[in-house]
């Protein structure tokens, strides 16, 4: 498994529900889960790993490391917050996204037990960021085109620098 970046059109395609729990699950899951440690990131999704299937992977501060399987968002708060947000497929660049503050959401773990909860703060700005990857949005998706275009400048200068 390897991040795609930004660029790469699977990343904005619509990942399918995973059909069985397998051994393959369990082994995806983990792997997601040490790429995403590896990349210091807090989520990672399927499709940034070429894997088009409904699965993400979470591990945020004070947090331990979880796993949702064609999760549903249930509950949004009308409550929004503001908070810098990036990606692993877009690797440098931070912008700001508005988004609710708590969430419900059910989904199922790799070995295919159901689970839902409540969450909220960075958690739940976590889980929905990896949700819209799941439908190929990216975080740069749901800011304004001026704001979308300055990070893409930005991105784009910092590649070629690196
Ligand atoms: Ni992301």
Request: with cysteine; charged share 30%.
């Amino acid at each position: 498994m390897e991040i795609l970046l930004l660029g790469n059109e699977t990343l904005k395609e619509k990942a399918r529900p995973v059909k069985q729990f397998t051994a393959e699950t369990v082994k995806n899951a983990e792997e997601m889960i040490a790429l995403m440690h590896a990349g210091k990131g807090v989520g990672l999704a399927g499709p940034q790993v070429g894997l088009m299937e409904r699965i993400f992977v979470t591990h945020v501060d004070g947090d331990v490391p979880r796993v949702f399987i064609n999760p549903s968002i249930l509950e949004t708060s009308e409550k929004t917050v503001r908070y810098e947000e990036g990606c692993l497929s877009i690797p440098g660049v931070y912008a700001e996204v508005t988004r609710p503050e708590k969430i419900k959401v059910q989904a199922w773990s790799e070995k295919g037990k159901a689970f839902t909860i409540q969450a909220e703060g960075i958690l739940a700005r976590v889980i929905l960021h990896e949700y819209d990857h799941l439908e190929g949005t990216l975080f740069i998706d749901r800011l304004s085109k001026l704001a979308r275009s300055r990070v893409i400048a930005k991105y784009e200068k910092r590649k070629r620098v690196s």
